[in-house]
């Protein structure tokens, strides 16, 4: 059992930082973009439109989907009675995934130089996801107890 939450731990951490760190990079590129004064142009639209659609997004991204998909993922769970740590491995996964996707939506907005409110409102909710997808050992145990898995 500790073997497989190890296991199930380095292999989420692993995904988290590659996602994270190339997530990072983009912000950094963006960053030294501004530095030299090379604008993006949205490639249509207004730039309060883009940062409108970024804005949710990355509130749909690193809020609002994760959350939809715990629950319907507990609520499969309680219906069958019972999960497989595959299923549970393949859940965690995902919502690895889809949170720090939020980090690449603030990213666009960032590199188009959108509105500040939609910007900042964008990295608030890209933290968020990211802070939210944190893969640690203890966190992955109580969820593993809380599905019944600790004992298997």
């Known amino acids: ?3 497989d939450v190890l296991t ?3 292999k989420l951490s692993r995904l988290f ?3 994270t760190v190339v997530a990072v990079i983009f912000l950094g590129i963006g960053y030294l973009l501004h530095r030299m004064n090379i604008l993006i142009q949205a490639p249509f639209g207004s730039l309060r439109s883009w940062g409108i659609f970024l804005l949710i997004l990355s509130v749909t991204l690193g ?3 994760p959350v939809l998909l715990r629950t319907l993922f507990n609520k499969k769970a309680v219906e069958a009675k019972r999960v497989e ?3 549970f491995f393949v859940h965690q996964k995902r919502l690895v ?3 720090v996707s939020a980090a690449y939506a603030a990213a666009i907005s960032y590199l188009l130089m959108v509105p500040n409110l ?4 964008s990295v608030l909710a890209a933290l968020y996801g990211i802070y939210s997808a944190i893969p640690t050992g203890h966190k992955l145990k109580g969820e593993l ?7 298997k």
């Open 63 to 65: 809020v609002a989907l």
């Open 145 to 151: 107890r809380f599905y019944g898995l600790a004992g």
């Open 8 to 10: 199930l731990t380095r």
């Open 97 to 99: 995934v889809v949170s």
């Open 118 to 121: 939609y910007l900042y409102g």
């Open 1 to 3: 059992m500790n073997q």
């Open 17 to 19: 930082w590659v996602m």
């Open 85 to 87: 740590l595959g299923l």
